[in-house]
């Protein structure tokens, strides 16, 4: 197999460095000009993380694509990370947002939009009672603060390199098998290893033993770890991990935040899986700040034994703007009208596209890399063999030809996701799209390996 020369990468990726920055000047100019009132030239800390120099300053997106301020135009295929995976304004949520936002944003009461969200989801994803946060992030937050409460435990468990949004008991990884701050953790309340277990995914035998003491009150995982490439689990391991959460009594959070691109219902209702709790955030009010988390009829029960009226606006759970009426208008309308079975069936054979393209180009330019695919979203690793944990995806990262890849694909019009090699499609995304992406892939790897 080929291996990548670093030297030869080095000056690709100077060269592409200079070609975007000379193509850019506008958004080269915005930054400059944002370095001097925003920490470090971005909104939000992450934004520094796209490969090149500077982020490209956007001047309109609309469904798969997006102009940015010089002009050019990319294939979307990070949507928002996953916050856009509508694609950009759908028509039916903006006309919801456009007829909500006129009638009253936010107001502490709820409104029958809330109802029928509700019931959609209780549809979708089987679970009876639903509430709302405004981030996938508070949702897992506030699933967890639940779970301790009901369960009278202390401790949750994640998954090696599992990501759940910016929730301060799951930034703990695994080194040489002793559970440690992630790197990079900033200003921890506490030492993680306080408040969490850390195992590996399809690692049955270690679960069991890190449930064994009955002091932990939820394992909080994504069906399938997508955060670190993706890492799907080994058959049978789903119904395994739930023989062994209830033996223990340990409550079962599934965050399907990612994980819904395996369908309607997410990768728990294809899969039938029997979560205590579900999250779902990101893309479900198409881009408005919205999330969601549901549970069974017993956890609801546990809850409303414990509530107090008094106090349950200060008890931790909850945030002035979650469930307002905008986001429940727009949720209401992209459930019903945008991310719909008919919607998944547009988007699944382009990811299949898509893994096939890079597939094609991985085999032809014989490079130890494989891609992986999860329903709409579809990642390629740079290993020869799909990983089967967190350890095994992360140890397969590459920093240096991860920013290579990205920039040569944002130098040719396509946006990859800022974090690893993620493609997502939308319900617009077309085949010419895929297609350009695939043209570029080989591109580039012809150019890496020549
Ligand atoms: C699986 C999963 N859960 C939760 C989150 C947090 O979402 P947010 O940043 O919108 O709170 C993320 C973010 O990437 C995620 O990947």
Excluded at 141 to 162: E, G
Excluded at 371 to 383: D, K, M, P, Q
């Amino acid at each position: 197999m080929v291996s990548i020369d670093r030297a030869r990468l080095k000056s690709l990726m100077e060269r592409e460095q200079q070609r975007f920055v000379q193509e850019r000047p506008k958004s080269n100019a915005l930054f400059e000009r944002a370095r001097k009132s925003l920490l470090g030239g971005v909104p939000m800390n992450w934004m520094a993380k796209w490969a090149g120099a500077f982020p490209p300053f956007v001047r309109e997106a609309q469904g798969a694509e997006f102009f940015d301020v010089d002009g050019h135009r990319y294939i979307d295929l990070c949507l928002g990370d996953t916050g856009a995976m509508t694609g950009h304004s759908p028509s039916a949520t903006v006309s919801a947002i456009e007829q909500q936002i006129r009638r009253g944003i936010t107001l502490m009461l709820p409104s029958e939009d809330a109802i029928v969200v509700g019931e959609e989801l209780q549809k979708r994803f089987g679970l009876p009672y639903w509430q709302f946060a405004l981030t996938a992030t508070d949702a897992n937050r506030f699933s967890i603060r639940l779970a301790r409460q009901i369960t009278d435990r202390p401790k949750i468990l994640v998954f090696n390199w599992c990501y759940h949004g910016t929730v301060d008991e799951t930034f703990i990884t695994l080194a040489d098998g002793v559970a440690k701050a992630r790197r990079g953790n900033i200003g921890p309340p506490v030492d993680p290893a306080l408040t969490t277990r850390v195992v590996e995914f399809n690692d049955l035998d270690a679960l069991d033993e890190a449930l064994s003491g009955e002091d932990v009150a939820c394992v909080l995982m994504e069906p399938a770890l997508t955060n670190v490439g993706i890492v799907l689990p080994e058959p049978g391991y789903h119904q395994a991990l739930r023989e062994i959460t209830r033996k223990y009594g340990t409550l079962l959070v599934i965050d399907e935040t990612h994980t819904i691109c395996a369908g309607p219902g997410g990768y728990t209702r294809a899969e039938n899986l029997e979560p205590d709790f579900l999250v779902f955030g990101k893309p479900i009010a198409g881009g408005v700040p919205g999330a969601t988390y549901g549970f069974t009829e017993e956890v609801a029960q546990c809850i409303g034994a414990r509530q107090s009226l008094e106090d349950c606006d200060t008890g931790g759970v909850g945030g002035t703007l979650a469930g307002n009426a905008l986001s429940l208008a727009a949720m209401r309308a992209t459930l019903q009208k945008v991310l719909t079975k008919e919607a998944f069936d547009r988007m699944l054979p382009m990811a299949e596209r898509w893994t096939t393209g890079v597939a094609k180009g991985i085999a032809d330019f014989g490079l130890p890399w494989n891609v992986t695919r999860l329903g709409c979203r579809a990642e390629y690793l740079f290993s020869p063999t799909t990983p089967k944990n967190g350890t095994q995806a992360h140890d397969a990262m590459d920093f240096e030809l991860e920013r290579f890849m990205h920039l040569y694909a944002m130098n040719r019009g396509i946006l990859l996701t800022p974090f690893h090699n993620m493609a997502l499609m939308s319900p617009v995304t077309s085949k010419e799209d895929i297609d350009h992406h695939t043209k570029t892939f080989r591109d580039a790897v012809k150019e890496l390996v020549a």
